[in-house]
């Protein structure tokens, strides 16, 4: 409207400066006037008198042009760190976080926002539920974190905050009241939550903030927005959710450590949570700098992915100046065969490739691994060929003894709570192959992603995977080691519950700039908790004794290319890809020493003609039976291991007409999972059953990922 009347506006001015007549000249210049005046001697004197014109207006200030900032090889206002390195550093950090306005963290107990988060993850102890919101301990890092984002739920952020702040306009309406668990909740008859630790009231209290009420928890309703706690236009949610998005880009700009020394970064984020009929389908949104947009983007306001994508695309990459944003999803092994579905197949062609084309832009990563379990792969699902891998038993959320039934390719419901079918489309692994396969027949792949890992934490303690030292993620819920000693492999939780993961990101600084390059270049890995340093290239030229030269990796980033890349088309015939694989283990702390290194193996998938997934494994570095074990009565890890390893390899059955999509995969040797430390930190009589349960494993074997590289034949052949 405002452009509409600025253009009427010059348009009248114009008018009313246009004429069709020729200008008359201007009149000449007055004559000066002479008047007599009598004198004495009756002599007439001729006195001239000049009439001035009136004063010319000083001229209109000239107003000084804005400086230009120069904001140098960044997108924001800071210093150049110190620690620039052209061949990249290592970086950790968690892109997964909940905090107290989290609809969910809060019931949990969490008393804790995005600011304790952040200093969590400086390494600063702060207080964290033990009982109730006022009993507290404290809680500290072993190591701090290089970077972190805050990404609390943006469904129901105003609501929370409504209903949490003592005073205000929704404060004492009933479905704030049944939030805080000051009333209880009429629970319909027989709804049960499939043995999760989040119970039916619990469940029931995180339904009240929405619309569809209950039948959110009993139905899998989706979520919209209620009208007694936002009024009939939303307007006060979206008021209240706009405080809270404003003092978490607050509390992350105060965190970002903009000076030369560049020692921790922070980043704006939210989560969009899509929960169709209660399957996961949930994804992180990371902005690049502190060019945001005005409101998160909320599953209860945009209910469709490839609508969430448009809106950013919109709202962030061509609405804000600057703006910056990437999706990341996780926790794909909850989602029921939703989250890697190829859902538009039935769409003209031109349309289904907008579609890929515009997830692809905005989505190039994808959490592997987090409190909910590893979602690399899973054995037994139906249209993988290659064998089983027993890497692919690892943190298992969802039951490995129930006979869950296979999604094939369809979809099911269900997952959150311990309900529905699963699928080979759940896992990444698989889901790699599928767009290899979709890159084939469109030529666009929807599934190029890298690889994180994260936490997914409700308690704002990112980074806190540790072991042997573990706190626990859900507030007053698992706040003790004895209520995380719970539970049975066929529930969710705690005990299917693991400390989480960590994101690895190669970059030349830890600057927003830098680690974000990396993102959407895909150089990138996920680890399941320590600090290994995987590296993972490849080359039709590498020299078979790479690992050897004193400049490798600065070899290996001159003649190939790194994870998240694309290898170029066979350069002749006949003619093998070279893999470097390198990896350095984590040292640890003094008082939590890292593992040792076991081996380093490649994943190697390619789609069959009959829809099928085809997977190969291949150890390339170290070895499987190195003898290396851990001594379940104390813990103690003895064996041999690597402290590095390093192989060039190449595929001895490589087919240069093939697409294919090749990964990393490095293994520590077995150590103690968290509950076998647990339990041992207690007096043997006072140990729960889940301690002596032959069905739920101690001993674990840490790893980390690689993002892939895909490799693709020229087009017209080989």
Same mark, same amino acid.
């Given at each position: 409207?405002?452009?509409?009347?600025?253009v009427?506006?010059?348009?009248?001015?114009l008018? !009313?400066?246009?004429?069709?007549?020729?200008?008359p000249?201007p009149?000449?210049? @007055?004559?000066p006037?002479?008047?007599?005046?009598?004198?004495a =001697?009756?002599?007439?004197?001729?006195?001239?008198?000049?009439?001035e014109?009136?004063?010319?207006?000083?001229?209109a200030?000239?107003?000084e042009?804005? @400086?230009v900032?120069?904001l140098?090889?960044y997108?924001?206002?800071?210093?150049?760190?110190s620690?620039?390195?052209?061949?990249?550093?290592?970086?950790?950090g968690?892109?997964?976080i909940?905090?107290? /306005?989290?609809? %969910?963290?809060?019931i949990?107990?969490t008393?804790?926002?995005?600011?304790?988060?952040?200093?969590?993850?400086?390494?600063e102890?702060? $207080?964290?539920?033990?009982?109730s919101m006022?009993?507290t301990?404290?809680?500290?890092?072993? #190591?701090?974190?290089?970077?972190?984002?805050?990404?609390?739920?943006?469904?129901?952020?105003?609501?929370?905050?409504? &209903?949490?702040t003592?005073?205000?306009?929704?404060?004492?309406?009933?479905?704030?009241?049944?939030y805080?668990?000051?009333?209880?909740?009429?629970?319909?008859?027989?709804l049960?939550l499939g043995?999760n630790a /989040?119970?039916?009231?619990? *469940?029931?209290?995180?339904a009240?903030?929405?619309?569809?009420?209950?039948? +959110?928890?009993?139905t899998?309703?989706?979520i919209?927005r209620?009208?007694?706690?936002?009024?009939?236009?939303?307007? #006060?949610?979206?008021?209240?959710?706009?405080?809270?998005?404003?003092?978490e880009?607050?509390? =992350?700009?105060?965190?970002? %450590?903009?000076?030369?020394? &560049?020692?921790?970064t922070?980043?704006?984020a939210?989560?969009?949570?899509?929960t169709?009929?209660?399957?996961k /389908?949930?994804?992180?949104?990371?902005?690049?700098?502190?060019?945001?947009i005005?409101? $998160?983007?909320?599953?209860a306001?945009?209910?469709?992915?490839y609508d969430?994508?448009?809106?950013?695309?919109?709202?962030?990459?061509?609405g804000? %100046?600057?703006?910056?944003?990437? !999706?990341?999803?996780?926790?794909?092994?909850?989602?029921?065969?939703?989250?890697?579905?190829?859902?538009y197949e039935?769409?003209?062609?031109s349309e289904?490739? =907008?579609?890929?084309a515009?997830?692809?832009?905005l989505?190039?990563?994808?959490?592997?691994?987090q409190?909910?379990?590893d979602?690399e792969?899973?054995?037994?699902?139906?249209?993988?060929?290659?064998?089983?891998?027993?890497?692919?038993d690892?943190?298992?959320?969802?039951s490995?003894v129930?006979?869950?039934?296979?999604?094939?390719?369809?979809e099911?419901?269900?997952?959150?709570?311990?309900?529905?079918?699963i699928?080979?489309r759940?896992?990444?692994?698989?889901?790699?192959v599928?767009g290899?396969?979709?890159?084939?027949? +469109?030529?666009?792949n929807?599934?190029?992603?890298g690889?994180?890992?994260?936490?997914?934490?409700?308690?704002?303690?990112p980074?806190?995977v540790?072991?042997?030292?573990?706190d626990?993620?859900?507030?007053?819920?698992?706040? !003790?080691?004895?209520?995380?000693?719970r539970?049975?492999?066929?529930?969710?939780?705690p005990i299917a519950?693991?400390?989480?993961?960590?994101?690895?990101?190669w970059?030349?600084?830890?600057?927003?700039d830098?680690?974000?390059?990396?993102?959407?270049?895909r150089?990138?890995?996920?680890?399941?908790?320590?600090?290994?340093?995987?590296?993972?290239?490849?080359?039709?030229?590498?020299?078979?004794?790479?690992?050897d030269?004193p400049?490798?990796?600065?070899?290996?980033?001159q003649?190939g290319v790194?994870?998240?890349g694309?290898?170029?088309?066979?350069?002749?015939?006949?003619?093998?890809?070279?893999?470097?694989?390198?990896?350095?283990?984590?040292?640890?702390?003094?008082?939590f020493?890292?593992?040792?290194?076991?081996?380093?193996?490649?994943?190697?998938?390619?789609?069959g003609?009959? *829809?099928?997934?085809?997977?190969r494994?291949?150890?390339?570095?170290?070895?499987?039976?190195?003898?290396?074990?851990?001594?379940?009565?104390?813990?103690s890890?003895?064996?041999p291991?690597?402290?590095?390893?390093?192989?060039?390899?190449?595929?001895p059955?490589?087919?240069?007409s093939?697409?294919?999509?090749?990964?990393?995969?490095?293994?520590?040797?077995p150590?103690?999972?968290?509950?076998?430390?647990?339990?041992?930190s207690?007096p043997?009589?006072?140990?729960p059953s889940?301690c !002596?349960?032959?069905?739920?494993?101690?001993?674990?074997?840490e790893?980390?990922?690689?993002s $892939?590289?895909?490799?693709?034949?020229a087009?017209?052949?080989?």
């Open positions: 409207m405002l452009r509409s009347f600025t009427l506006l010059l348009g009248l001015l008018l !009313t400066c246009r004429t069709t007549e020729p200008v000249p009149p000449p210049e @007055p004559a006037v002479v008047e007599p005046i009598e004198v =001697a009756e002599v007439v004197v001729e006195t001239v008198v000049e009439v014109a009136p004063p010319e207006p000083d001229p200030p000239v107003p042009p804005e @400086p900032v120069d140098g090889r997108s924001e206002a800071r210093e150049e760190c620690d620039y390195n052209a061949q990249r550093n290592a970086y950790f968690d892109f997964h909940h905090t107290n /306005v989290s609809m %969910d963290a809060y949990f107990g008393n804790t926002d995005a600011r304790d988060a952040y200093r969590f993850a400086r390494g102890a702060i $207080p964290s539920a033990l009982s006022e009993d301990q404290s809680i500290q890092l072993e #190591r701090p974190l290089d970077f972190a984002a805050v990404t609390d739920h943006a469904s129901f952020l105003g609501e929370v905050k409504l &209903c949490t003592p005073g205000s306009p929704a404060y004492e309406e009933m479905l704030c009241k049944l805080r668990g000051e009333i209880r909740a009429e629970l319909p008859e027989g049960e043995g /989040v119970t039916a009231e619990l *469940g029931a209290r995180m009240s903030l929405s619309g569809a009420g209950q039948g +959110i928890a009993a899998g309703a989706d919209t209620s009208p007694e706690l936002c009024g009939a236009d939303g307007a #006060r949610c979206r008021e209240w959710t706009r405080r809270v998005w404003d003092d880009i607050a509390a =992350a700009d105060e965190a970002y %450590d903009r000076s030369s020394r &560049c020692e921790f922070t980043f704006n939210y989560e969009y949570t899509a169709p009929e209660m399957a /389908v949930h994804r992180n949104v990371i902005f690049r700098n502190d060019a945001v005005d409101l $998160p983007i909320a599953y306001d945009v209910p469709d992915e969430l994508w448009a809106a950013l695309r919109d709202q962030c990459l061509e804000v %100046d600057r703006c910056d944003v990437v !999706t990341i999803p996780h926790n794909s092994n909850l989602s029921n065969g939703r989250m890697f579905q190829v859902d039935d769409l003209p062609l289904q490739r =907008a579609r890929v515009l997830r692809t832009e989505e190039p990563l994808v959490e592997i691994m409190i909910k379990g979602s792969c899973r054995n037994g699902l139906g249209g993988v060929v290659g064998g089983s891998d027993e890497l692919c690892f943190e298992r959320f969802r490995p129930t006979d869950w039934p296979d999604c094939g390719d369809g099911g419901a269900g997952a959150l709570v311990g309900q529905g079918c699928s080979r759940d896992y990444v692994r698989y889901a790699l599928e290899v396969r979709e890159e084939e027949r +469109i030529g666009l929807p599934f190029k992603v690889f994180i890992g994260s936490t997914d934490t409700h308690n704002a303690n980074g806190d540790q072991e042997r030292s573990f626990g993620w859900s507030g007053i819920q698992d706040s !003790t080691a004895r209520k995380r000693l539970g049975s492999v066929a529930s969710l939780q519950s693991n400390p989480g993961g960590l994101v690895g990101i970059a030349e600084e830890n600057s927003r830098a680690l974000f390059d990396a993102m959407e270049r150089e990138s890995f996920g680890t399941s908790g320590p600090r290994i340093q995987p590296r993972f290239f490849a080359s039709w030229a590498f020299d078979p004794g790479l690992c030269a400049d490798m990796i600065e070899r290996a980033y003649q790194s994870m998240g694309d290898l170029s088309p066979s350069p002749r015939p006949g003619a093998e890809p070279q893999f470097l694989v390198a990896a350095l283990r984590d040292p640890g702390t003094s008082e020493p890292g593992g040792k290194l076991q081996r380093i193996q490649i994943i190697k998938g390619w789609a003609e009959d *829809g099928t997934v085809h997977q494994i291949f150890n390339v570095a170290g070895t499987p039976d190195n003898g290396a074990t851990v001594d379940p009565r104390t813990c890890p003895f064996g291991g690597h402290d590095s390893l390093c192989a060039v390899w190449s595929d059955e490589f087919d240069a093939q697409r294919a999509v090749y990964y990393s995969r490095v293994v520590e040797n150590s103690c999972r968290w509950n076998a430390w647990q339990c041992l207690l043997e009589r006072d140990r889940v !002596t349960d032959p069905t739920i494993k101690k001993v674990i074997q790893r980390a990922w690689t $892939p590289i895909w490799y693709a034949p087009k017209g052949g080989a």
